[in-house]
């Protein structure tokens, strides 16, 4: 099960940090990822990162201001995100994948966190 947390409003050029708590395992996640869906939108891929962080992806439209990382003793994957813009306003979905394979295809979801950035 994946929880997600930390979600909110903020005004432009503010900041928020997710987190993604996974219970009901003792061992890491191949891959985590953090997705988002804005209304009337498909779900996008916003970042990734492997199982040891040794790996992290990025969609474009956030390189540079948002950063994945996860604390595998704790269970838990985080998207700090700063200079958020209202093109960042969406639903924020925490997602797992037990193998490799294509970086948007994922085993496990999350309920979804909304963040919403005001102009």
């Known amino acids: 099960q994946l929880v997600e947390s930390g979600g909110g409003l903020v005004q432009a050029g503010g900041s928020l940090r997710l987190s993604c708590a996974a219970s009901?395992?003792?061992?890491?996640?191949?891959?985590m990822g953090w997705f988002r869906q804005a209304p009337g939108n498909e779900r996008e891929f916003v970042a990734a990162?492997?199982?040891?962080?040794?790996?992290?992806w990025y969609a474009d439209s956030v390189k540079g201001r948002f950063t994945i990382s996860r604390d595998n003793a704790e269970n838990t994957v985080y998207l700090q995100m700063n200079r958020l813009k209202p093109e960042d306003t969406a639903v924020y979905y925490c997602a797992a994948k037990d193998s490799p394979g294509p970086l948007n295809e994922y085993d496990y979801w999350g309920q979804g966190t909304q963040v919403t950035v005001s102009s």
């Open positions: 990162i492997s199982r040891y962080g040794s790996s992290t």
């Open positions: 009901g395992r003792t061992f890491s996640y191949y891959r």
